[in-house]
């Protein structure tokens, strides 16, 4: 290993290789703190020339590594394989070009989110996906989780906003999927590596398109006496035929959280909506009369519109630091994921309280409810014994609720970790995700990347289009390590600049 350490030194520079054991702590985890593997070493490249030189590297000794951000993933995705190495993109943090006339912009993967509209702001203009989190975490970690956020219901998830990628593949070849133009001949290939977590291969430079600012934005805050009023809210606002920019939910532990760390002057009510409208200023107008007639006649005692940009901004501040913000009200929590449909919002969210009774936790509730997207998140006290199993048995029961009610976990519930929640999914014979399988590497495999990995076991409509994609080239090889059920048939031949 020491000649390996000199070669990846020789690399990347005395500075950007960390292998003392109280450094590599920082990286024994990402935001699921409840694993941890630690890293043999840490490398920080500076160039795309640098990833590759470490992946070639990775994939002549047979090392597995994994990419890692900002390391705020929920799902365990930047988790250190055993005797593996982590290859942090966090130096390489420049936006590279930024082309207004076409609204894109050119970034390496290190690049915060939050920094990407602070650099377009000035000419007007956004980049819309934006996590709870994105004032941290790292373009390359959104696109490899395809992060969502508040005002993903109407603008669209990560992968709306990818149109081409710069990516070094498992034995440190480089290719490029997409390009500046929208809808790039050939196959949506960015589309397929958006949201593979890190498993395809390391993306060196993402293209991004940004979006202009509305004419005009409001903010409204109702309080209901619980989450039933308010998600019968959000069914009426949708069913009404309205898009509003975002629309998000908190219950009252929520709420009582998100206070204590930034006292963003919620109303303290069992549950709190917050609706975003966006557009011409007529119409968001009259959009917002229909919506806070919706949130009267749900029985809201309190409906308030923000007066200020200060203030939107304060609303927004609150509802993305609730996670963050549960350490005021509890040692430790885990969150939970899960997509169900709108309109069965009051009956899972009165479940999940008697579920929480009977286990004797308390569950926060944060939501994008437009999406009817729920994070769940059990609090519980690790120094407890016992608490942690009963977290995760909750937390357990909870997925298992929403997979009852119809739709499936989101993105965060990586195919990689946690295995229990897909062990536990694998067994709704039901659901979606029963077709998502662990596929260990062979003996000898020089699969790289994680080999830990949970692979989708793909439907037959994507697998053909795979398929189709797949008919004449050349690098077969690095597709069946990530689609292992695919019979062998070429790989495309990819651009090689766009
Ligand atoms: C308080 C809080 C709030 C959050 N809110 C949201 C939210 O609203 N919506 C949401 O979607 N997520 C949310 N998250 C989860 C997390 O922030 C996102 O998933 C984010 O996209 C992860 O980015 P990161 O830079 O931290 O990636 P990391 O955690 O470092 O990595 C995530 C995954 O990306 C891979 N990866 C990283 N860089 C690359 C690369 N260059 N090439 C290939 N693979 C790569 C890693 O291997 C890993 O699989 C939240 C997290 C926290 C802690």
Not at 22 to 27: I, R, V
Not at 404 to 420: D, L, M, Q
């Amino acid at each position: 290993m020491g000649h390996t350490f000199d070669e990846l030194r020789a690399i990347v520079g005395d500075r950007g290789l960390i292998s003392s054991a109280e450094e590599l702590h920082t990286y024994e985890c990402d935001g699921l703190t409840n694993f941890r593997v630690m890293p043999r070493a840490v490398v920080l490249p500076n160039t795309t020339e640098q990833v590759q030189a470490v992946v070639r590297i990775c994939h002549r000794e047979r090392m597995p590594f994994v990419a890692r951000g900002s390391g705020t993933g929920l799902s365990g995705g930047a988790l250190p394989v055993e005797n593996g190495i982590v290859i942090s993109l966090a130096r390489m943090n420049r936006i590279l070009e930024v082309d207004f006339p076409n609204a894109r912009v050119v970034v390496e993967p290190g690049v915060i989110n939050l920094d990407v509209t602070g650099r377009v702001s000035p000419q007007d203009y956004f980049y819309a996906p934006d996590p709870s989190s994105q004032s941290i975490c790292s373009i390359g970690g959104n696109v490899a989780e395809n992060s969502g956020g508040a005002h993903c219901l109407k603008y669209g998830f990560t992968t709306t906003h990818v149109l081409g990628l710069e990516v070094v593949l498992p034995d440190g070849s480089l290719v490029h999927f997409g390009g500046k133009t929208l809808d790039a001949p050939g196959y949506d290939l960015a589309g397929v590596f958006v949201g593979s977590e890190g498993t395809l291969g390391v993306a060196t430079k993402i293209i991004l398109r940004i979006v202009k600012r509305p004419e005009c934005v409001r903010t409204l805050l109702a309080a209901f006496p619980s989450t039933n009023e308010a998600g019968a809210a959000v069914s009426d606002i949708i069913a009404e035929g309205m898009l509003p920019a975002a629309i998000e939910m908190m219950d009252n532990l929520a709420i009582q959280a998100a206070e204590a760390a930034v006292h963003a002057n919620y109303p303290n009510c069992g549950g709190l909506l917050l609706v975003e409208l966006d557009g011409p200023v007529a119409e968001v107008d009259a959009l917002m009369t229909e919506v806070k007639k919706i949130c009267s006649s749900n029985g809201a005692p309190e409906i308030r519109v923000a007066q200020s940009d200060a203030e939107r901004a304060l609303v927004w501040k609150g509802r993305k630091a609730a996670f963050a913000a549960m350490g005021r009200i509890s040692p430790n929590y885990i969150v939970q994921d899960g997509v169900i449909p709108r309109t069965a919002l009051p009956q899972v969210m009165s479940e999940i309280e008697r579920l929480s009774q009977a286990g004797g936790l308390r569950v926060a509730n944060v939501f994008h409810a437009g999406d009817g997207n729920l994070h769940p998140l059990v609090l519980y006290d690790r120094r407890i014994a016992g608490q942690e199993e009963a977290a995760e048995a909750l937390s357990s029961q909870i997925l298992e609720l929403c997979i009852a009610a119809g739709v499936a976990p989101s993105t965060h519930c990586s195919f990689r970790i946690p295995r229990k929640s897909f062990q536990l999914l694998a067994s709704v014979a039901k659901s979606p995700v029963n077709t998502c399988r662990t596929r260990p590497n062979p003996q000898g495999s020089r699969n790289v990347i994680d080999p830990r990995r949970w692979t989708p076991q793909l439907n037959p409509k994507r697998a053909a289009c795979i398929r189709r994609c797949a008919t004449n080239s050349w690098r077969l090889w690095e597709m069946r390590m990530c689609m292992r059920r695919l019979p062998r048939m070429p790989w495309p031949e990819f651009s090689r600049s766009w």
